[in-house]
């Protein structure tokens, strides 16, 4: 799928602050694919797609989350994490994704999960440090993205999970589970 049909099916589903994001995650992960040997195509569409699910209903997220049995610890979190999974699912029906390396890096551009691939790194790491991005922490994840890739991923997700408890809420197992795989791969 061309670039500028992928974002004719995603732009009516954002907003138009959300739309921005898009765009920004999207040359980042060109960026970021291209520096670090990723499939620069695939980023482009996992990244369009990133938020595709992103302002559906509660209820239809919590209903395809259901009837797809995905993991059900899912409805235990943060509303926030079903957009990536259901995303997933609804490219791949609605818009006819069927690659599943960008399936995938939609699916987990919010969590992670253990044995990330270069793709999951790439948009989810584009996602966290987009130029529209503004946040404590994010300046210092984007000079490390211009060195290391896996280094920038561990600050980012040591980020996310510090504000999460500095908020008293829970942090999802895959997340943690996520930074635990690459610290050990990458020797720390």
Same mark, same amino acid.
């Given at each position: 799928?061309?670039r ?12 138009e ?6 765009l920004?995650v ?7 694919? =291209?520096? #670090?040997? %990723?499939?620069?195509?695939k980023a ?6 990133? +938020?595709?699910?992103?302002f ?5 997220m919590?209903?395809?989350?259901e ?7 899912l409805?235990?979190f943060?509303?926030e ?5 259901? =995303?997933? #699912?609804? %490219? ?10 960008v399936? +995938? ?11 990330m ?6 948009i ?5 440090i987009?130029?529209?991005r503004h ?7 984007r000079?490390?993205a211009?060195?290391?890739l896996?280094s920038?991923?561990?600050q ?7 504000f ?12 943690f ?10 020797g720390?």
């Amino acid at each position: 799928m061309e670039r500028e049909q992928a974002l004719q099916i995603v732009k009516p589903q954002l907003t138009e602050h959300r739309y921005q994001h898009t765009l920004g995650v999207m040359e980042t992960a060109i960026k970021l694919a =291209g520096k #670090y040997g %990723a499939d620069i195509k695939k980023a482009e569409l996992a990244a369009i797609f990133h +938020d595709y699910a992103k302002f559906r209903p509660k209820d239809e997220m919590r209903q395809i989350i259901e009837e797809q049995k995905m993991p059900a610890i899912l409805l235990e979190f943060n509303s926030e994490l079903w957009h990536a999974p259901v =995303g997933a #699912y609804l %490219a791949e029906k609605e818009a006819g994704i069927d690659d599943k390396e960008v399936l +995938d890096a939609i699916r987990y551009h919010t969590s992670g999960r253990i044995g990330m691939s270069l793709l999951d790194k790439v948009i989810y790491l584009a996602d966290y440090i987009e130029p529209g991005r503004h946040f404590p922490g994010v300046d210092e994840v984007r000079k490390m993205a211009e060195e290391d890739l896996d280094s920038a991923l561990v600050q980012a997700m040591k980020n996310t999970i510090q504000f999460l408890m500095k908020k008293n809420q829970p942090v999802f197992p895959d997340t943690f589970n996520a930074y635990n795989s690459i610290v050990q791969n990458s020797g720390g």
